[in-house]
């Protein structure tokens, strides 16, 4: 195995970390009050890393076209995940 693919490999294995390390975390607090958007980047994470499977077949993240699509929507979609978490929590702490 090469070190691109090792790499890839370990890429996509940190992403289904960080989704299930997530998904765990949506009963405590502050996540509780965010169960569905937490619940969505969880899965967000698990897809990315099916992505960077799917890489591992493709030999690169830009091609083919869909690949590239895919892993564009899924960053912006974790973009917004992330963008929207952070305004929960400013608002959490703010008292509103």
């Known amino acids: 195995m090469d070190i691109e693919r090792a ?3 370990a890429e996509a294995v940190l992403w289904f970390a960080a989704g299930l390390t997530l998904a ?3 009963n405590g607090e502050p996540f509780s009050r965010m169960k ?10 698990v ?13 690169a993240w830009w ?11 899924n960053g912006l979609a974790l973009l917004f995940c992330a963008v929207r978490m952070h305004r929960l929590f400013k ?6």
């Open 47 to 59: 897809l990315f890393g099916l992505s960077d499977l799917a890489e591992l077949r493709t030999g």
């Open 7 to 9: 790499f890839n490999l």
């Open 24 to 26: 765990g975390a949506r």
């Open 63 to 73: 091609a083919p076209a869909w690949l590239l699509a895919w892993k564009t929507a």
């Open 91 to 96: 608002r959490g702490r703010e008292g509103k």
């Open 36 to 45: 569905g958007l937490t619940a969505a980047a969880a899965a967000l994470f």
